[in-house]
């Protein structure tokens, strides 16, 4: 059974000398309270209560999973103590304004702890996570009225939230919802339809859930334009901040999942229930977007979380596991036979894992320095530094999302075939993280829709390139600065400058030939997220290896060898997972017909 420990020393080597938080933070309008030592006792206090209350969980919730009893859903045995703990301590509101109860604490540090407790128990963090992203919709969309009603009972932890946007008959086409919305006399509207697939929608964790939910007016229209956002809690808020009457919202049915089954998936009734606009009337897809962008980074995390947990699991086994001699000689003539860290084709999975884990982690980390950069410009009311970083955030969140989803997914597997049989028998724990971890590859988007948006959106029709020619320069400036002030990284250096070039030149390329075939941009999307996360994991490694070559020459260190682990793991990452990339380059440009040439009625004969 896997047993989790917060990658602390990795997460102190990106924060403090990789990316410089403290130096961020002290140019942050909010950045004041995150010292160096605030930030450290933050991590520290984190690490602890997932590691000691909510990492134990993790089995025992997949085994019992969610029960439906008279419509009140049950979380399994200790959720509730657990999650209970998590509010005491503050967690919640971490990065939430002071006005509403929060912290006020950059957003940065609220991913941090995201992926410790993600790591720890992901069914778990999808409880406090779904209520983020309803928060984050309030503070952007929601009236001051809203503001003072939902967000200090959401941001204590007292109430939860959730995103109510699928349909039985829609899932990515939200142009097809049904729910109705109903004006009423005193300014509110009586929702009516049915959502699936609704994370947290029902659960014994929160005394009110907070529903946001996709509906369409009577006068809107056809599509995805006449589409409005209300909200919809399971209890009308009361007048004196409490309780009032039950709301005309219900739990018809609990999914019966693959995986994360300790995490409540709703099928979510709504019978004329009263619910109040938030934002502009047929703009709700646009102000969905905060919620579903937020859930996209959160599910990011959730790649990084399933690839350091999945390797932390085969690491301890590997390392005591003893299974024949290794090829090069014997290793440990006092035992029986050699450990699996001896095998070549162990070392492989296990620097896969670990490549994925800590390069991913060193992306999103970046993406939250951008976030936070964001909300500097909400803060400070300036709305072209605001843009400019929503754009840059933007643009990573499809590769963040797509990428390390589908290599999380491939680390857990890995994980599982390090324990041979034994992985697959459910005690090991092994084959819980490869469950658990398929979802991450198809909600808040699947792969092809990330990829899609991407391309299609945020490339092509949004930037006309441009996205990918910004975040390519800040690459090649880093490159050619390697290539004065770190000889022994010429090499990598000369990678990323032509992995620069071809990224342009491809983006080009379909952009050109997709004038005359439009079927090109569906064709080629998939292996053009893959070639962007790929290349923004060379710039990962590349930033921790070049830190610690630096951090090397200067001496003194404790941390030698982490430093060493660090650019031997780089050279792994060059050397047997970048070249991955020249495929997906070769493929993308391959013609439409080769996807698209098969008649749809011939894909089967009877």
């Known amino acids: 059974m896997p047993v989790y420990k917060a990658p602390l020393r990795d997460t102190r080597f990106l924060l403090n000398e990789v990316f410089d938080f403290p130096e961020h933070y002290r140019n942050l309008i909010n950045g004041a309270e995150a010292t160096p030592d605030m930030v450290d006792a933050i991590l520290g206090e984190c690490a602890k209560l997932c590691e000691e209350v909510i990492a134990p969980l993790y089995h025992s919730g997949d085994e019992e999973g969610c029960h439906l009893e008279n419509g009140e859903v049950r979380t399994p045995k200790g959720f509730k103590e657990a999650y209970d703990a998590y509010v005491a301590g503050g967690w919640q509101g971490l990065s939430h304004p002071v006005e509403y109860g929060g912290q006020g604490l950059p957003m940065s540090l609220g991913a941090l702890k995201q992926e410790m407790l ?24 929601g009236t001051e009225e809203q503001k003072r009603t939902y967000l200090a009972p959401l ?39 049915t959502k699936i697939f609704i994370s947290s929608g029902e659960h014994d964790l929160t005394e009110n859930i907070v529903h946001i939910v996709l509906a369409r007016l009577p006068d809107a229209p056809r599509g995805t334009r006449g589409i409005s956002l209300f909200i919809v809690p399971k209890f009308l808020p009361g007048g004196d901040g409490g309780l009032g009457p039950r709301n005309g919202v219900s739990c018809g049915a609990l999914e019966k999942k693959m995986g994360i089954k300790a995490s409540a998936t709703c099928v979510m009734n709504f019978d004329e229930a009263r619910g109040f606009l938030i934002g502009p009337a047929n703009k709700g897809l646009e102000c969905m977007f905060t919620f579903m962008n937020s859930a996209r980074i959160g599910t990011a995390i959730q790649g990084v979380a399933t690839a350091e947990l999945a390797y932390q699991g085969a690491l301890a086994y590997a390392r005591e596991r003893r299974s024949m001699r290794a090829l090069s000689g014997t290793k440990e003539p006092e035992q029986v036979a050699d450990s699996l860290m001896h095998h070549g084709d162990v070392r492989r999975m296990l620097l896969t894992q670990k490549a994925v884990a800590e390069g991913g982690r060193a992306l999103v980390y970046l993406a939250t320095q951008y976030a936070d950069k964001m909300i500097q410009g909400l803060l400070s009311n300036d709305d072209a530094e605001y843009q400019r970083w929503d754009d840059k955030l933007g643009f990573l969140t499809p590769i963040l999302k797509g990428c390390l989803t589908e290599l999380g997914l491939e680390s857990a597997n890995l994980g599982m075939q390090v324990f041979g049989g034994h992985g697959y028998i459910r005690e090991h724990g092994m084959e819980q993280i490869v469950r658990d971890a398929r979802i991450a590859t198809l909600y808040e988007g699947t792969t092809g829709i990330q990829a899609l948006d991407l391309l299609g959106r945020k490339v092509l029709l949004m930037t006309q390139g441009k996205a990918v020619r910004d975040f390519t320069r800040v690459v090649a400036k880093f490159a050619t600065g390697l290539l004065r002030e770190e000889p022994a990284m010429r090499g990598r250096a ?26 090109l941009v569906g064709t080629a999307s998939h292996d053009y997220l ?39 793991t780089s050279d792994f990452y060059f050397a047997r997972l970048l070249p991955r990339a020249k495929g997906h380059a070769a493929a993308m440009g391959k013609p439409v017909r080769s996807v698209m040439g098969l008649k749809a009625e011939h894909f089967a004969f009877e």
């Not at 779904?130 to 984050?136: D, V």
């Not at 404790?558 to 650019?567: C, L, M, Q, W």
């Open 118 to 141: 993600g790591t720890a128990n992901w069914p778990f963090s999808m409880y406090p996570g779904l209520s983020l992203g309803a928060m984050n919709t309030l503070m952007q969309h």
């Open 155 to 193: 941001t204590e932890g007292r109430w939860g939230g959730t995103m109510c946007l699928t349909e039985p008959q829609c899932g990515t086409d939200l142009g097809q919802v049904k729910t109705r919305a109903e004006p009423q006399a005193d300014g509110s509207y009586a929702i009516t339809g």
């Open 530 to 568: 893959m070639f962007s996360g790929y290349v923004a994991l060379a710039y990962a490694w590349a930033l921790q290896e070049a830190t610690a070559r630096r951090r090397l020459r200067q001496g003194g260190s404790e941390s030698g060898d982490f430093y060493k682990a660090k650019i031997a």
């Open 494 to 519: 000369l990678t990323l400058l032509k992995l620069c070039a071809q990224w342009n030149l491809l983006t080009l390329r379909i952009a050109l030939s997709a004038r005359k075939e439009r079927d």
